[in-house]
């Protein structure tokens, strides 16, 4: 981590490294979320992610992309909170439009919310991915990277190379299972859907299609 003196603001530029960690941190933090939602919402667990594991790996790049683009911002808060807004708008939209294009199902659907764009995206959760990025730059970002610190650079490479080839095993087997067919194990993910949740994206208006924050990978910023 380094320190830029910039236009009488302080900015923190991350390295790589650092960057990496960041990603996962945010992925598993924003799964245990989703996860803990989930559980209040439907009593029962339900994994949130895309991939099996404890990852929504959209959280992790919402997170990486802020720290990347944002940091000069640091100095309008106005300007960092609509800029986290609009970036964190940009990366779930367009992770909802792969993701049905994939495999022909919405992940999660905003159609019963006001002011959503074709249900991949909402006012109400940009605007708290406006306030996360505020908070992220500000604050747990030099947190994290104090915490990160403190473990032996060797190993922290070590692990980071590990958690990333489990994570890409588990996209590419998830991925498999999804072209084959192999169910999820998510049925009741849709509220409104008595029949569970909707396999196919017309399903998703044939039963209401409002899922809010119920369809996997929706998160504030649910990644991929």
């Known amino acids: 981590m380094a320190v830029i003196q910039s236009r009488s603001v302080t900015v923190m530029v991350f390295s790589f490294y650092e960057i990496c960690w960041f990603f996962f941190i ?22 949130r992610g895309v991939v099996n594991g404890p990852l929504c790996p959209i959280y992790g790049t919402g997170a990486a992309l802020f720290t990347i683009f944002l940091p000069e911002l640091k100095g309008d808060l106005f300007f960092l909170f609509l800029g986290g807004m609009i ?3 940009f990366i779930e939209f367009t992770t909802g439009a792969l993701l049905e294009k994939l495999f022909h199902r919405k992940w999660w659907d ?11 995206i909402c006012l109400r959760y940009s605007v708290l991915w406006g306030i996360f990025a505020v908070l992220l730059i500000l604050f747990v970002n030099p947190f994290l990277a104090t915490l990160i610190a403190l473990l032996p650079k060797a190993l922290g490479v070590v692990l980071l190379w590990g958690l990333s080839f489990c994570l890409f095993l588990d996209a590419l087997g998830t991925a498999l299972e999804r072209a084959h067919g192999v169910p999820d194990g998510e049925d009741d993910i849709f509220p409104n859907n008595p029949q569970g949740r909707p396999h196919h994206t017309g399903d998703a208006k044939k039963y209401g299609g409002c899922a809010e924050r119920h369809g996997r990978g929706g998160k504030a910023f649910q990644a991929a």
């Not at 245990?32 to 919402?41: P, R």
């Open 26 to 47: 945010y992925s598993f933090a924003g799964w245990c979320a989703e996860v803990c939602l989930a559980a209040i919402n439907r009593k029962k667990f339900i994994n």
């Open 110 to 120: 905003y159609s019963g919310i006001r002011f959503n764009f074709e249900g991949y």
């Open 87 to 89: 970036l964190a708008s």
